[in-house]
């Protein structure tokens, strides 16, 4: 299947029932990992929905002379899909970042579920073991099966039963569609399945959000549709997700909101509908109208 990207798909009316603005998601099917409780028919609860999961208030980040976050206030509610769009160097990855302690920010405040943003190693590896990271490189370790090394957090870092954590690893791995891998190591597999070992990887933490930062960057096009539809198929599972994407078909189809910066701020925050056909910025405008077709 190809991935839509910058093609028709971008035109296309969103299926019924999905998304809606500003923290309230409306995902139909029923959470697997990491979503919060549906009410009958499939809709999150009017508690979960306002539930806010990651709050960012008034944060801002320097490198050097280089303003990378500015006054950012980001509020993620549990089960949403919060997608970043903007040009390169608009401070996307350093807010995913900050997320989850690896970069440190100057100013404002993090909570996470209700607790601010720990500043000890010990608070941060207890942190980072409920959020789980999807970066551009898949970070597999080479002398480890893929079996392995979905294993490898649950048991070391969870502490559970190794035979525990070998079902739930198996799970993980079936719902990204690399079961059949299980055996196999990393350089046997290919960059897009490498990835889906890495999205398997992190879920087998059982995390209250899922953190990507441009997780098809790396990848050849032909492989960047698999990971794509593992990430849609979490999303349709009502996992919190916070995604650094240059995929627009992905941030069209998956989103519940669309979070649009330019130099290190925050520039619009809507649904995607409103943000594809109606934007307001004409910054935003510009940007699209170098990616839709014409």
Not at 22 to 29: E, K, L, V, Y
Not at 259 to 281: H, K, L, Q, Y
């Amino acid at each position: 299947m190809e991935h839509p990207q910058a093609g028709d798909d971008l035109l296309r009316p969103r299926p019924a029932g999905r998304g809606g603005p500003h923290g309230a998601p409306s995902r139909g099917a029923s959470p697997q990992v990491g979503g919060g409780p549906r009410a009958s028919g499939g809709t999150l609860t009017a508690t979960s929905a306002a539930r806010p999961l990651v709050v960012l208030e008034h944060v801002d980040k320097h490198f050097g002379d280089l303003h990378v976050l500015k006054d950012v206030d980001l509020t993620i509610h549990a089960g949403e899909v919060v997608v970043l769009l903007g040009p390169s160097g608009a401070g996307k990855s350093t807010l995913c970042h900050t997320v989850n302690g690896l970069t440190p920010i100057d100013s404002g405040s993090i909570t996470i579920d209700g607790r601010p943003l720990p500043t000890t190693d010990r608070g941060l590896a207890d942190l980072r073991a409920d959020l789980g990271m999807v970066f551009q490189s898949f970070n597999l370790f080479a002398d480890m099966t893929v079996l392995e090394n979905v294993m490898y957090g649950p048991v070391k870092v969870r502490r559970r039963p190794r035979a525990e954590a070998e079902e739930q690893a198996r799970h993980r791995l079936a719902r990204v569609g690399m079961l059949d891998h299980a055996d196999a190591m990393p350089a046997q597999l290919s960059g897009g399945q490498q990835q889906r070992v890495a999205i398997a990887r992190a879920l087998a933490m059982d995390p209250k959000i899922m953190l990507f930062d441009e997780p098809t960057s790396a990848l050849d096009p032909e492989m960047i549709s698999e990971v794509l539809d593992a990430m849609t198929d979490l999303a349709e599972s009502g996992m919190t997700m916070l995604v650094v994407t240059h995929e627009m078909g992905f941030a069209r189809r998956a989103a519940d909101r669309i979070v649009f910066m330019v130099d290190g701020a925050i520039v619009e925050d809507t649904d995607p509908e409103t943000f594809f056909t109606n934007p307001r910025s004409e910054r935003a405008k510009e940007f699209l109208g170098k990616i839709l077709p014409r």
